[in-house]
Each structure stands twice: as C-alpha cells, then as structure tokens.
C-alpha cells in the first residue's frame, strides 16, 4: 500500500528528513564578470549572458540564447567587446619566425617531419637545410637517398618557422649557422607560449644566449624554444665563425654540424648544466615565465645559496629549496 501520510515537503525530499546535511541538489550556473580578465571558468560555465558581448575563442553560444559559455578550462581575456577564454594548458600555436626546438619524427623522401608540440607535425625540407660543403644546388636523388645523414629519427633540433599551411602546420628551416643539430646537452619540455597559466617561456628578445658558468664550469649555451621544449648543453666554438661572412655562411658548413657523436663534458660542466636545469624547473614549478632576465637571476642565487649551503643537498633546487630560490631573486619574503 502506498505511503499516503507525510507533509509535501517530504515527499519532494524522498521521505528523507535532510534537515542539517548538505544539500545537494546543483545550483544554477554561476555568471562570471567578463571584465575580470584573471577569473577561472571551467567548462560548461556561463561566462556571461549579456547580448553585448561577442564569443572568442574557448567560448560557445546555444541557440537562441544570448549566454556565453566556456568550452575550455582558463582565463578570461577580453578584446573590446569580445570574450575569449585562453586554456590554461593548450598546445603550441607556431607564429612565422619563431625559434623552436624539436625532435624528428620520422623521415619521408624530400622532408623531415618534426614535433615543435603543435597540433600537428611540422615540415622541414630537404631544401630547408645547409648541405656540408657549402654547395648551392638544387637538391638531388643522391641526397634523397642520403638524407639520414642529416638527421635521423629522435634527432633535436633547433630551427625557425620559416612559413604556415592552410591547415595550421608550419614549415621549419635551418639556413644559419644559429640552427642545426644539438649535441652535449639536456632537454627540457616545459609550458611554451600556447599555454595560458602564465608560467613558461615567453617570446623574448633573445631566446638564445651564453652563460658564463661559475665553478670552472665554462661556458655554457641555453636555447628557449618559444614552444616550451629547451636544449641547455656545453659550449662549442663555431669553426671559422670570425672569417665568415654573411653571403658565405654555407661555406663554412661542415659534415661535423650533423654529427651525433657528443663531446667530452667535465663534471663541472655537468654540474652548472644541471643547476640551470633546476633554476629553470623552479620558475615553472612557481608559475613565472621563463626569459633570459629570470633564468640569469635565478642561476646568480643559486650560486650564492651553493656557497652559503656547501654540501651536496644543494645541487637539489625542487621542492622548499626551490621555492626559497624563487623567492631570494624575486625578493619576496
């Protein structure tokens, strides 16, 4: 026999007395202000539903509804009177002339095809490289056949963003003596500048550059790729560097610039590269960019903090170490 006793409002709670727990029947969707551009929506919230406001990037419009709702989880950015929504982690958006740093995929006839973290694969031509030698000519089946010798796959490489395709793919070339194979060095994947959190590296005026490395360490090259990938490694002087000219960089294009053989690295070496590596993994830990000011003062602390710290609990800059780095060179207390 069915329950027939009872007030309403019980039987719309089940016949469950909920005075005292939570409740948790959902709510409606919270409206975000768009003119706050450092609030975080996820998906499926309403942003806004004011008609005078036009949907960007990350957003999404029902029919016959003026409510503007995210389709990805990040910040609001506004434009005017447009709305858009920047991930907080999205792929690379590769930019013409930007400085990337990728690994070879796989290998086809005429071209390389190249991972930079894009959506998809870039392009790197055969066309697109130095040959040794320094020859000018059209590229030939004998270099089809040879074309391992340049690069193979799990190759890194550094290069630029020569042009894009209708798809969004980009084509890559390393037609100067800045470009080519890497060698005697670590990687590092960190937020390129597709990411919307903030941190990572950021398109700067140099994103290459020379460290004169403490503790007899030598010098030391790092490369920020403005896709998040990074190659720090030891120094290498470029052969001749001083009598090329620019009409005859070719030239001065040896076999040895696409060697994979590493050369030999000093544990001091070791040991800066490796402390760069932490500075580096510190600033996208605390969700700073990563550019040439920050890593230099970061690497400046963490020498003084090895002097004032000897022992070897100091070449560990993660965790509270790292985060006492941070706060000595942004000087926070």
Not at 92 to 105: F, K, Q
Not at 166 to 183: E, F, I, P
Request: with cysteine.
């Amino acid at each position: 026999m069915p329950y027939a006793g009872g007030s309403s409002d019980e039987s719309e709670d089940g016949g469950v007395d909920l005075d005292g727990d939570v409740d948790m029947r959902p709510k409606k969707r919270a409206r975000r202000n768009p003119h706050a551009s450092t609030s975080i929506v996820t998906p499926g919230e309403t942003v806004t539903d004011d008609p005078q406001w036009m949907r960007g990037h990350g957003t999404f419009v029902a029919a016959a509804s003026t409510e503007i709702v995210a389709t990805v989880a990040g910040t609001i950015q506004k434009t005017n009177k447009l709305v858009s929504v920047r991930p907080l982690r999205a792929r690379y958006t590769p930019e013409i002339g930007d400085l990337v740093v990728g690994r070879i995929i796989e290998v086809q006839s005429r071209r390389w095809r190249v991972d930079v973290g894009a959506p998809l694969l870039a392009a790197l031509p055969l066309s697109a490289i130095n040959l040794p030698g320094g020859i000018l000519r059209k590229r030939t089946e004998t270099d089809e056949l040879q074309i391992r010798t340049f690069f193979s796959e799990g190759d890194l490489l550094v290069c630029e963003v020569q042009s894009l395709f209708q798809d969004g793919s980009a084509s890559l070339h390393t037609r100067s003596l800045r470009y080519g194979k890497l060698r005697n060095g670590v990687f590092i994947s960190v937020t390129g500048t597709g990411g919307g959190g903030g941190g990572g590296v950021v398109r700067s005026r140099r994103q290459v550059w020379t460290v004169d490395a403490a503790h007899a360490g030598g010098r030391i090259d790092v490369i920020l790729g403005v896709n998040g990938y990074i190659w720090i490694s030891k120094h290498v002087e470029a052969e001749a560097a001083a009598e090329t000219s620019i009409s005859r960089i070719e030239e001065s294009t040896s076999s040895r610039v696409y060697s994979s053989q590493n050369d030999e690295i000093g544990p001091e070496t070791r040991r800066e590269i490796a402390r760069i590596r932490g500075v580096i993994t510190a600033l996208v830990e605390s969700g700073l960019r990563v550019d040439e000011d920050l890593v230099m003062r970061g690497y400046e602390a963490a020498v003084d903090m090895d002097v004032e710290e000897e022992g070897l609990a100091s070449d560990y800059l993660g965790g509270e170490r790292g985060k006492r780095l941070v706060k000595m060179m942004t000087g926070k207390s």
